[in-house]
């Protein structure tokens, strides 16, 4: 079965310091991948998605993340955070052609002055 | 164009009573997707609309979990009787088409006392 695996629950990191959350995924198919943040009291909020091309993608607030197949990684990487950048964040898969999301079980991220 | 929205976005209820969640998709969406995350959890499919037609429930727990999409426009999700394992976030999504992206709601917070 498909799963999706953020192995960091939790993640503090001072303000302007680089980050890296890490997400894992098992898919024998092609696949589409997706971080998503939400923000306290706000919905599910896109920040990037690889669908084809380059590994390499950028998103929103200066996000980027890089899709490695041979890994079967997607992590997602800023380098530089501010102090809004605290909330959760969630990796997502979907198999091309489907509509089903996969998700992880989110990684909080905690930016401290 | 305005989002998914989703109502309430907090409920505070007993076990044994009933709660209907209601989900409004952007519009033209004839696509509209349950999902829910219980504590620390993923966020977990719970079943796909095709304008009023369920296509996929195979997410959804048990019968105390009944959704609906009379004339293909909002969603409303009833969840009777309650338990206490059923608190948690519920999350709406739309799209276009059926693979399509998915534009999330903020979500409902259900708490079952």
């Known amino acids: 079965a498909q799963s999706v695996t953020q192995l960091d629950s939790q993640v503090p990191v001072f303000e302007e310091a680089p980050v890296e959350l890490r997400c894992n995924y098992s898919s024998s198919v092609s696949v589409y991948l997706f971080w998503y943040v939400q923000y306290p009291n706000q919905g599910l909020q896109l920040l990037l998605k690889y669908l084809s091309g380059s590994t390499l993608v950028k998103g929103i607030n200066g996000f980027e993340a890089e899709f490695n197949k041979s890994q079967t990684s997607f992590h997602l990487r800023k380098p530089s955070v501010h102090i809004s950048d605290t909330a959760e964040y969630f990796c997502?898969?979907?198999?091309?052609?489907?509509?089903?999301?996969?998700f992880g079980t989110g990684t909080r991220l905690k930016v401290l002055a | 164009e305005a989002g998914v929205t989703q109502f309430p976005s907090h409920s505070v209820i007993e076990k044994g009573q009933t709660v209907t969640l209601r989900c409004d998709p952007i519009s033209g969406h004839d696509n509209l997707y349950w999902y829910r995350r219980v504590m620390g959890k993923e966020i977990k499919f719970l079943l796909h609309f095709v304008k009023e037609s369920k296509q996929d429930e195979s997410g959804m727990p048990n019968n105390r979990f009944l959704a609906e999409r009379t004339g293909g426009t909002y969603s409303t999700l009833k969840v009777q009787p309650a338990e206490l394992e059923d608190s948690g976030v519920y999350f709406c999504?739309?799209?276009?088409?059926?693979?399509?992206?998915?534009?999330f709601g903020p979500g409902t917070r259900l708490t079952v006392l």
């Open positions: 999504a739309s799209s276009q088409a059926a693979a399509g992206e998915q534009f």
């Open positions: 997502a898969v979907r198999n091309s052609g489907t509509y089903k999301y996969i």
